[in-house]
């Protein structure tokens, strides 16, 4: 069964600290992985995408990682701040063409001053 | 400025009152998702459309339409609304010439149905 599973749930930290989110999945054929933002009340915002042959991609203070072998993903966040409080959704797409996405569930991240 | 938007962002009603949520994007893009977002679930598809005329079911279809008449706009539609679909709604789009092109999210519809 193709899941994406994502650890922690939650996570408080405080401001300027930098934290780690991961991604575990289990979809096969593989196309690509993404993570997306998501401000309360708000729809998901693109992060990054990564293909199974990219290790690591940055996006200001967003590097995410993905280990095509294991099968899994992590999203760091270097020097927080306050805006970074969201929920974070990895989503693993499968085979090209057929737009299938599944989604984990988030981690949802608050920062404290 | 490139963007979905759906409407209404709060729509609370009874039970069986036939009901549409809009959704446009002005990108053209050929692909368009309506998804429900539910605490401890994550997203779940409901039906896509990879361009005009042709739509597909999601993973969770029951209870929902959808039609993609103009390129521009896909919208849901509630024949019989139920509690159980009580839920905040997502349209989706993105670009089927792009590789690898990210989804654009709406900003979501709440739904409540009594």
């Known amino acids: 069964k193709n899941q994406v599973e994502q650890s922690p749930q939650s996570l408080i930290i405080l401001e300027g600290k930098n934290c780690t989110l991961q991604?575990?999945?289990?979809?096969?054929?593989?196309?690509?992985l993404r993570w997306y933002k998501q401000d309360t009340g708000r729809g998901p915002v693109s992060l990054t995408i990564m293909t199974f042959s990219e290790n690591t991609k940055s996006n200001g203070r967003y590097t995410a990682t993905l280990d095509a072998d294991t099968k899994q993903s992590s999203l760091h966040i270097t020097a927080s701040q306050l805006s970074d409080s969201a929920s974070y959704i990895c989503?693993?797409?499968?085979?090209?063409?057929?737009?299938?996405?599944?989604f984990g569930t988030g981690t949802r991240l608050k920062v404290l001053a | 400025e490139a963007q979905v938007t759906q409407n209404p962002r709060y729509l609370i009603t009874v039970t069986g009152k036939k009901l549409t949520v809009t959704c446009s994007q002005n990108?053209?893009?050929?692909?368009m998702s309506w998804y429900r977002q539910d605490p401890g679930l994550g997203l779940r598809q409901i039906y896509y459309s990879m361009n005009v005329e042709v739509t597909d079911k999601g993973d969770v279809p029951e209870g929902y339409k959808v039609s993609r008449k103009e390129k521009r706009n896909f919208p849901l539609i509630l024949e019989s609304p139920s509690p159980n679909q009580t839920s905040l709604y997502f349209c989706a789009s993105s670009s089927r010439q792009i590789y690898n092109s990210p989804l654009h999210f709406g900003n979501g519809t709440r739904l409540t149905v009594t």
């Open positions: 991604c575990n999945y289990t979809v096969s054929p593989f196309s690509n």
């Open positions: 990108m053209n893009h050929e692909y």
């Open positions: 989503v693993v797409s499968a085979t090209s063409g057929t737009y299938k996405y599944i």
